[in-house]
């Protein structure tokens, strides 16, 4: 069963974060306790969209070991509706700690891919936390590449932008089979794709095209790009389709039905 | 004999030569540390990319549970224990695990103090 989940794009603006926050909000909404991480040191964001720019620590401190990752975890369960739990570790949006974090070597790297895999004992055995989502930074990125080796299940956010569909391609081939994880492909931002019947269509032109598992099709919607980052969709739009969407993405991961 | 059998056979052989190799490297290193044979090589992410698949496999293993016996691998890849044995002899000639004899059981595994 998929229990860490690491969210990751070719490009940039695929809608990760978004996916992130909302996958791991629908499975706290759904009384499972969660905690998300930012992973995208070069370009923090998910501070600023949980509205917890005071954090004391940060999830970089954990990954430098100089803190546990109970000094991490924030707690905004209030933000979610419901008996579900939800925490995030926040990535550094300091530029001295963007800095830092761009500077680390190799071995630095490696002892940190061992700080991402004690999470499972830590959090989900110790801490009987239920799922751990992995916001990465889009690419091949080491810290990236670190959450696809810790993760469980990669789900891959795409967009219909050719550039993005090439380099995904190559990602599926030359980094998550070699590392032998499953995968859910998400093609974001679809114009049209409110048809069941485009949708179909859609689905399977993506199954044959990339030749992996759809966890789903997330239309365009206007009212996501006027929320500007400001609303966790799936608790302050719970009628929406964007949230209904989620929630079956959720359900899918949860009885490990992606095929 | 089962051809199977003949080829673990032939691995558990190749796999003590493997071992008096080690042996002997470890040997050279104490009584020549300036000329060490082998520079201690990062279990990193692209590492794991770069290598073959095979030993991809059993160094994803060890990372995952940092210190571990070849039967402990074996159980979590699926391959028969002296493959694992044979394939984490490698990485340790290779540089990126140590191994360490306590008793009848060889454990290996990432020198975090030497990594970094």
Sequence with gaps: ?259 | MNILEKIEESLERLNDKIEVMIEIQKNGNENHKSTSALPEASLDVMTLLSMPDHLRKTAMSICRCSRATAEEIAGQTRRARAVESAYLNQLVIMGYLKKERKGRKAYFYIDKETQG
């Design chain 1, 1 to 259: 069963m998929s229990k860490i989940i690491a969210v990751h794009s070719y490009k940039g603006g695929t809608g990760k974060t978004l996916l992130s926050v909302n996958l791991a909000a629908t499975f706290a909404k759904n009384g499972k306790k969660v905690c998300l991480f930012d992973l995208d040191f070069r370009a923090p964001s998910l501070f600023a969209i949980l509205k917890a720019e005071n954090s004391e620590y940060w999830f970089n401190d954990y990954l430098n070991n100089t803190v546990d990752i109970d000094k991490v975890l924030v707690n905004l369960s209030d933000r979610v509706p419901g008996n579900g739990k939800f925490f995030a570790g926040l990535a550094n949006p300091a530029t001295e700690a963007i800095r830092d974090m761009s500077s680390k070597d190799r071995k630095w790297e490696m002892r940190a891919l061992g700080r991402l895999l004690a999470l499972r004992e830590s959090l989900l055995i110790d801490q009987s936390f239920d799922y751990i989502f992995l916001d990465t930074s889009p690419g091949l990125q080491y810290s990236s590449i670190n959450a696809i080796v810790a993760a469980d299940f990669v789900v891959v956010a795409t967009t219909g932008d050719r550039s993005d569909v090439d380099g995904t391609k190559r990602m599926l081939k030359e980094l998550y089979s070699l590392f032998e994880k499953k995968t859910g492909l998400v093609l974001n931002k679809v114009l049209d794709a409110t048809a069941t019947a485009k949708k179909s269509e859609m689905s399977n032109k993506v199954k044959m095209n990339y030749q992996v598992p759809m966890l789903g099709i997330v239309p365009c919607f206007c009212e996501i790009l006027r929320a500007e980052g400001n609303l966790i969709f799936v608790q302050d739009k719970a009628e929406h389709p964007f949230t209904k969407i989620l929630a079956e993405m959720a359900r899918k991961i949860e009885s490990n039905e992606v095929n």
